[in-house]
């Protein structure tokens, strides 16, 4: 006898196909993570060599058995923002970012990680030769981990994707109505990507959303003013739909300042010009720039920091703040809100500890982002070719 029709559930995308296939779709999600000036610095390897698995096997107390996959994510050198001491935290958060994403992603199909442990010489300058090289020269190596097929989806592949494809850097006006403390507080909850090594704080009353605004423009425009960070932040800026094809990283102009004709655009050119730019700051541009910005910090409803609880943090408390960065902005996006990070006081130290002493948090600040619920839509950031590659070693 025929039971009744029930629909069999949809498999869900990933489970019980081979480990390449689900690597090449946790990549394409990962490329879409957020990177300080969309600098993208991330570089991952599949270790499958005898050498390059039996290193691994050995450094993470693993079996070299055909069960267990190998991973290691370097930085790439070559595509690191360099200019400020601060930049070596940047890139790590960065890359801890594209990490976290790309581990979901993979848990999403049924693979976890089961072994991990960082590399704390990696990084900007730091040691580039990773388990079994030959390694390319410019990377650095920051983490490895093995990982096991569960055979089980640890959270929506789909959804997981539709938040990755919503989530975007908004630096446009904000509804200013105030956002329901539910969902802040449902934000802020601490995750097992955060650990009690990391605190959130939500800036909302317009007294403590002053005191950011008030540092904000009275110190950033040393983002406009310090000739070798504004150098290098000018030379990721692209002008015209062709260079942002050509580079596939970096700020598309109107991301950054809005749609503009062309007579505005061609003026914004001639200003940001480092060489205009380091004139204009004598007659007060930087603190005019800054100053913008700090008015729109004070119509947005809800500002977010997240900080450390140790002053000086290691590479593994940085992977956790990427995986913090991640979630919490993923999370954001499936709930409609947008962020805008503002890192200029987290990059400077007097600032950073000004602001630090002024609202209380102890430990060291890394991420400060504005949220709300965005009032005009952007184009996606372009994603160079390469973000959703990886090497196999
Ligand atoms: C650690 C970190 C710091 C960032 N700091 C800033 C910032 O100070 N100002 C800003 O406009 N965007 C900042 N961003 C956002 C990036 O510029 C953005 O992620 C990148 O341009 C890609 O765009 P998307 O987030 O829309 O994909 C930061 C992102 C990260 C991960």
Known sequence: MNGPLIPAAPPSPGL???FPEVLRRATGIAALSPSSHNCQPWALARLESRPARRAAADLLGCPDDGATVYLALAADRRR??????????EMRLSCAAYWRMLCRALAAQGWALVRERPHEAGGAGGDSRLPGGPWPRDWSLLWTAALRRTGEAAESLTALDAAARARRTNRGPYDDGPL?????????????????AIAVRHLTSIHERGVFAELLARHGGIDFSHPAAWRETHSYIRWTPAAVRAHGDGFPVAQLFGPMSAR?????RIALAPPVMKVLCRFGYDRSLAGGLA????????????????????????FRGGARIADYWLHAASAGLALHPLSVLVQHDAPRRMLQAQLGLSGRLFFI?????????????????????????
């Open 16 to 18: 019980g196909e081979s």
């Open 80 to 89: 690191s923002l360099t200019a400020l001491p601060a930049h070596t935290l």
């Open 180 to 196: 329901a403390p539910e969902l802040l507080g449902a934000l802020a909850r601490r995750t097992p990507a955060g650990g009690p």
């Open 264 to 268: 505005q655009r061609l003026a914004k």
């Open 295 to 318: 008015a729109e910090v004070r119509r947005t409803p809800a500002l977010v920091l997240m900080h450390f609880a140790d002053d000086s943090p290691g590479l593994a408390d940085a």
């Open 369 to 393: 982002s504005r949220v709300g619920r965005p009032r005009t839509a952007f184009p996606p950031a372009p994603r160079s070719p390469g973000a959703a590659d990886h090497r196999t070693v």
